[in-house]
T-cell receptor, first 113, second 115 residues
Framework: NAGVTQTPKFQVLKTGQSMTLQCAQD?????MYWYRQDPGMGLRLIYY???????DKGEVPNGYNVSRLNKREFSLRLESAAPSQTSVYFCASTTGGWSYEQYFGPGTRLTVT | DQQVKQNSPSLSVQEGRISILNCDYT??????FLWYKKYPAEGPTFLIS?????DKNEDGRFTVFLNKSAKHLSLHIVPSQPGDSAVYFC??????????????FGQGTRLTINP
């Protein structure tokens, strides 16, 4: 039982390049989330998926797209990376309903030059 | 608009003593509050939570207190141990659609336990 896994762990991009961050969970959770963490700030919600087949914007969605590929997988895509997207990205999941505890992956450290 | 604030970026406590981490929030719509612990190069891990209808929740060495009138919560760790050294995030939850929950995080407090 691996919990929430993320790939890659590290990535360096040039401005304008695109990439997809992958996230998978093996806990049969319904809801999945993408956050970013910047220095001196808490985690901020980018996008979420309440259940398979649905996605919605969080508080900082600009410059990102997401896909809920199936119940296990939720990917985050940067179409044209910008230096402002340099951050650590965390994926999380939860059973939904009355469960408030979100389980987090180990993170992807992204640098855009 | 910082809805959840942790005003102490760092805290240093001697081993065996009590650690108290504080958190303030502004939005009365939050219905649940959580504390997460984070080690370097790892994701946050859930520590303890409290519903907005309660004022205290205890789990072993960890106790969370909620003062709704002051919009303030605190995490007490007693006794503090070296393994407790980490960054602690306070988070407040409000419901989204279809059972999803939005967590709003504070900036974090780096706790260092000195032997």
């Amino acid at each position: 039982n691996a919990g929430v896994t993320q790939t890659p762990k590290f990535q360096v991009l040039k401005t304008g390049q695109s990439m997809t961050l992958q996230c998978a969970q093996d806990m049969n959770h319904n809801s999945m989330y993408w956050y970013r963490q910047d220095p001196g700030m808490g985690l901020r919600l980018i996008y979420y998926s309440a259940s398979e087949g649905t996605t919605d914007k969080g508080e900082v969605p600009n410059g990102y797209n997401v896909s809920r590929l199936n119940k296990r997988e939720f990917s985050l895509r940067l179409e044209s990376a910008a230096p402002s997207q340099t951050s650590v990205y965390f994926c999380a999941s939860t059973t939904g309903g009355w469960s408030y505890e979100q389980y987090f992956g180990p993170g992807t450290r992204l640098t855009v030059t | 608009d910082q809805q959840v604030k942790q005003n102490s970026p760092s805290l240093s406590v001697q081993e065996g003593r009590i650690s108290i981490l504080n958190c303030d929030y502004t939005n009365s719509m939050f219905d649940y509050f959580l504390w997460y612990k984070k080690y370097p190069a790892e994701g946050p891990t859930f520590l303890i939570s409290i519903s907005s209808i309660k004022d205290k929740n205890e789990d072993g060495r960890f106790t969370v207190f909620l003062n709704k009138s002051a919009k303030h919560l605190s995490l007490h760790i007693v006794p503090s141990q070296p393994g407790d050294s980490a960054v602690y995030f306070c988070a407040a939850s409000r419901p989204l659609i279809q059972g999803a929950q939005k967590l709003v995080f504070g900036q974090g407090t780096r706790l260092t336990i000195n032997p």
